[in-house]
Nanobody, 115 residues
Framework: QVQFVESGGGLVQPGGSLRLSCAVS????????MGWYRQAPGKQRELVAS???????NYADSLKGRFTISRDNAKNTVYLQMNSLKPDDTAVYYC?????????WGQGTQVTVSS
C-alpha cells in the first residue's frame, strides 16, 4: 500500500501564489519519479510537472516560468510552488509517484483561482 498526504490547495485570487505538498509513505522501496497532474472540470487530466529522483524537473510548456517543482528525497515529499496564478489554473491537482514499476495517485487537492 502507498499512502499520500497532499496539502496546500485552496482559494486564491488571480496573481496569487500557492504551494502544494505531497508526502508519500507505505510499501515503497525507491520512488523513481514524482509529479503533479491536474484535472479541470470537463477536461482530461494533464501533466503539470514531474521530477526524477536526481532532481531533474519536467514542466508542461504552458506552465514554465510560473510553477516550480522540487523534491525532498529523505521525506519522500514533492512540492509545487505556483505563482502568478490564473483562473485557468483552477483544477484538482493530483500527486503521482512511480515506484516498483507502478504509478500511484493521491486523492487530489482542489485549487481555485478566483476573485
Amino acid at each position: 500500500q502507498v499512502q499520500f498526504v497532499e496539502s496546500g490547495g485552496g482559494l486564491v485570487q488571480p496573481g496569487g501564489s500557492l504551494r502544494l505538498s505531497c508526502a508519500v509513505s507505505g510499501s515503497i522501496f525507491s520512488i523513481v519519479a514524482m509529479g503533479w497532474y491536474r484535472q479541470a472540470p470537463g477536461k482530461q487530466r494533464e501533466l503539470v510537472a514531474s521530477i526524477t529522483g536526481r532532481g531533474v524537473p519536467n514542466y508542461a510548456d504552458s506552465l514554465k516560468g510560473r510553477f516550480t517543482i522540487s523534491r525532498d528525497n529523505a521525506k519522500n515529499t514533492v512540492y509545487l510552488q505556483m505563482n502568478s496564478l490564473k483562473p485557468d489554473d483552477t483544477a484538482v491537482y493530483y500527486c503521482n509517484a512511480i515506484t516498483g514499476g507502478r504509478g500511484y495517485w493521491g486523492q487530489g487537492t482542489q485549487v481555485t483561482v478566483s476573485s
